[in-house]
């Protein structure tokens, strides 16, 4: 560990430039869908075509952990960012709306770039500066939440979504070469001949804390995504669908990011102090902050409230990303990291594709304030599986004090 600070300095600009390039194109894909003609069902097409992408990455998500821990990271990082890259490349080609949700399914095979990243970063970091390197990757994944749309929507507005599509693959292409070629990983070749991702699976649904991290996740990614689909169409009608509408969207979204860099900041201060419970507490101050400012988006359909209670919004999503993933780092040796972040990020996706489809079908049938509400009830049932765990821990310590 050697090299961590150095590691961990290049593996930020890493996930700055892989963030700002996906959400270069992800809050557009309803403007994509337009340019095909799409008008009926639109907010639940563009739900699929994100769910798509999550569900190709929910299913090769472990194999990607596996494939990291035996043979690195790095390499990882190398095919899954190229594999990325030609897919981007190729999104304007699709002519019709179910090529296009085809083609966001195989990106989601692809998916490995972001799970391997967070496992690098855990497995080379020492554990007193666990939260502190945690809470910095945080923070610039999400600074690049803020850059992407912004780029993305005046791009949009000037040149069209074909343009933005090709300059994320661009930068998927070059920040995903440059890593490999600058970072510095001893790979810890495993006495196991076979990769059995049933088993690793297995072993961390038998981890209480594992399974609270994930559950919260997954209802935290599905609450997260449910206002995606609807978002931008939403700022359209407040913007009354002119030539301005994409980059407001873009801001909009931007200002999530914002929030989320200052929270994650916060967050990995605060963990790096404090047990495992004062941990789980954090988190669950996250879960329920995010619920009420998720819901409070839906209230006033104004821009300046929105903006608000977005970046709200953001900052207590930065303090969950940056819990949670402690709270996974912790529960499994170094060794182990990154099968229980590819298990994680194989739950999430799940989560992340039911939550635009459910938002695209809520807000087509009940109108797009509504996929807000239903956001906060996902970010809720997040606090009540956490909440659950507290309770066991507390019995389990009680017991524990009864019998001494």
Known sequence: MLYWRRNLYISIVMIFIVMSSFTLVTPFMPFFLKSMDVTDNLATWSGLASGAMFLGSALMAPIWGALADRYGKKKIMLISGLGYASM????????????????????????????????????????????????????????????????????????????????????????????????????????????????????????????????????????????QPTLSLYVSEMAGGGQDSALMSGAVFSVAGLGTVIGANLAGRKGNTGDGISRVRLLLFGLTGAAVFAALQGVWAAILPLVTFRTVFGLFNGVIQVAANVLIATAVSREFRGRAFGVQNAINPIGSMAGPIIGGVVGDAFGLKSSFYASGLALLCAAGVLIGYMRRIQKADETVSASA
Not at 134 to 162: D, E, H, K, T, Y
């Open 88 to 227: 981007y490349f190729l999104y304007p080609l699709a002519k019709t709306p179910l090529q296009f949700v085809i083609m966001r399914g195989v990106t989601g095979l692809l998916a490995g770039l972001v799970p391997a990243a967070t496992s690098f970063v855990t497995s080379n970091t020492p554990e007193q500066h666990m939260s502190y390197a945690l809470g910095l990757f945080q923070a610039f994944n999400a600074a690049g939440s803020i850059c992407g749309p912004l780029i993305g929507g005046s791009l949009v507005r000037m040149s069209g979504v074909a343009t933005s599509f090709r300059l994320a693959s661009c930068g998927m292409f070059f920040v995903t070469i440059i890593p490999y070629l600058t970072l510095r990983e001893e790979v810890t070749k495993s006495s196991e001949n076979r990769i059995n991702v049933m088993r690793d699976i297995k072993i961390c649904f038998k981890n209480p804390q594992l399974v609270t991290a994930f559950a919260c996740l997954f209802f935290v990614q599905c609450g997260i995504q449910i206002s």
